[in-house]
């Protein structure tokens, strides 16, 4: 079933688009939550003024999203800690913690958005994603290093 997306859905697709979806998964998540319609002419025709307005905020949020990408592919974060004798960390960085870093650097994004498969526990270096959409995910560079 085709369905007109009327927000953001992860791993579906943008508000504005139209996709294709199982007819169950449209019928009992999407259009009940009124996160979608169903594509027919009578919708086309009244969702076509809207989708020209989604098309344009869309535009600025991935101008702003671009230029967001480029300062965290440009970002290299050192943290010091202190470290047993073989190289592991006293506790470890989060995704929160990375987050708080990355404000400092004046990028301000949430702890979703990083994307860390499990804590940081050991020194070395590292990249680290940064999912700003389903499309654009920068990495920066992250330095653990040896507290003295």
């Known amino acids: 079933m085709k369905v007109f997306l009327l927000k953001d859905i992860e791993k579906v697709g943008m508000a504005g688009e139209i996709v294709k979806v199982s007819e169950g998964f ?3 998540y999407l259009i009940a939550a009124k ?13 076509s003024n809207r989708l020209k307005v ?4 869309q535009e600025v ?13 440009n ?3 050192i943290v010091k800690r202190k470290t047993h004798d073989d190289g592991k960390l006293y506790g470890s960085i989060s ?4 987050v708080d870093l990355l ?5 301000n994004v949430s702890k979703n958005q990083v994307e860390l498969d499990k804590a ?6 590292y990249d680290v994603t940064v999912k700003l959409s389903s499309k654009l995910k920068p990495a920066f560079k992250l330095k653990v290093v040896e507290e003295k």
């Open 120 to 125: 940081i526990k050991s020194k070395g270096n």
């Open 95 to 98: 995704a929160s913690e990375l």
């Open 103 to 107: 404000a400092l650097k004046g990028i």
């Open 75 to 77: 970002t290299e974060i």
């Open 35 to 47: 996160l979608a319609v169903e594509v027919t002419d009578k919708n086309v025709k009244a969702f």
């Open 26 to 28: 449209a019928r009992n």
């Open 54 to 57: 989604i098309e344009k905020r």
């Open 61 to 73: 949020i991935e101008s702003k999203s671009s230029m967001l990408a480029e300062k965290v592919k």
